[in-house]
């Protein structure tokens, strides 16, 4: 694991949540215990340095277990996928009675550097990360139920998107901001899925949870409790 110089440019701030909601700044929070194959693959560019490329040989193609997406990653990185997809599908069914039938990401892997951080080479270069953008339901079967005191509009399909629901304007998307920041609160415990989340109201990420696998964990993200 590459921990060299890294640790002196880090910006630990500590991290902070109440009842009424949480808030979450940190460029570090620990070094996770687990192993990922990139953990020894260099982050960062000198100064002038450009990108001559990323390799891609490596990659894979995985297609949803649980619900509907596809997405070219790493290896290690469609295993943890899968985990991901379990704590999706936990949520779902204790909020809305069922999974969701589709996930809607804006991407996976992309050759770039990380946007705003100067001479950050970003996690979707490796394909080692994913931007959730939210879910599409389908309607309640008949041989389910809504969770009790779940409106039975819920019963019909519907649309999840973090760009409208992470911070409702109407009291009636208020299950679905509660839903979300749940699943971000339960991934950020989770460095065996992911290590990295920047969300709302961050820069660039206001319609979208960024969810990697870097060497490092951090977290950066920010939301009230939609009850209050």
Same mark, same amino acid.
């Given at each position: 694991?590459?921990?060299?110089?890294?640790?002196?440019?880090?910006?630990?701030?500590?991290l902070?949540?109440?009842?009424?909601?949480?808030?979450?700044?940190?460029?570090?929070?620990?070094w996770?215990h687990? #192993?990922?194959?990139?953990?020894?693959?260099?982050?960062?560019?000198?100064?002038?340095?450009?990108?001559?490329?990323?390799?891609?040989?490596?990659?894979? #193609?995985?297609?949803g277990?649980?619900?509907r997406? %596809? /997405?070219?990653?790493?290896?290690?990185f469609?295993?943890?996928?899968?985990?991901?997809?379990?704590?999706?599908?936990?949520?779902?069914?204790t #909020?809305y009675?069922?999974?969701?039938?589709?996930?809607?990401?804006?991407?996976?892997?992309n050759?770039?550097r990380?946007?705003?951080? %100067?001479?950050?080479?970003?996690?979707?270069?490796?394909?080692?990360?994913?931007?959730?953008?939210g879910f599409?339901?389908?309607?309640l079967?008949?041989?389910?139920?809504?969770?009790?005191?779940v409106?039975r509009?819920?019963?019909?399909?519907?649309?999840l998107?973090?760009?409208?629901?992470?911070?409702?304007?109407?009291?009636?998307?208020?299950?679905h901001?509660?839903?979300?920041?749940?699943?971000a609160?339960?991934?950020?415990?989770?460095?065996?899925?992911?290590?990295g989340? /920047?969300?709302?109201?961050?820069?660039?990420?206001?319609? #979208?949870?960024?969810?990697?696998?870097?060497?490092?964990?951090y977290a950066m993200?920010?939301?009230?409790?939609?009850?209050?």
């Amino acid at each position: 694991m590459v921990r060299l110089s890294f640790t002196l440019l880090i910006l630990a701030l500590p991290l902070t949540a109440a009842a009424d909601g949480g808030s979450y700044f940190s460029f570090f929070s620990g070094w996770p215990h687990d #192993h990922h194959p990139l953990d020894s693959t260099p982050r960062f560019l000198e100064q002038g340095e450009r990108m001559e490329g990323c390799p891609s040989d490596t990659l894979v #193609h995985r297609r949803g277990d649980a619900f509907r997406y %596809r /997405v070219r990653v790493h290896p290690e990185f469609a295993e943890r996928l899968g985990r991901f997809e379990q704590v999706v599908v936990d949520l779902a069914m204790t #909020h809305y009675g069922r999974a969701p039938r589709r996930m809607v990401h804006g991407g996976t892997y992309n050759c770039r550097r990380a946007r705003g951080r %100067r001479g950050r080479i970003s996690e979707h270069a490796f394909g080692n990360a994913i931007d959730l953008e939210g879910f599409d339901f389908g309607r309640l079967p008949r041989d389910s139920e809504l969770p009790a005191g779940v409106h039975r509009r819920f019963r019909r399909p519907f649309q999840l998107r973090i760009g409208r629901h992470w911070s409702p304007r109407r009291s009636r998307d208020a299950l679905h901001a509660q839903f979300l920041h749940d699943l971000a609160e339960k991934l950020r415990r989770r460095p065996d899925i992911f290590r990295g989340i /920047v969300g709302p109201p961050r820069p660039r990420h206001r319609n #979208h949870l960024h969810l990697d696998a870097s060497p490092w964990r951090y977290a950066m993200f920010s939301y009230e409790d939609p009850s209050n």
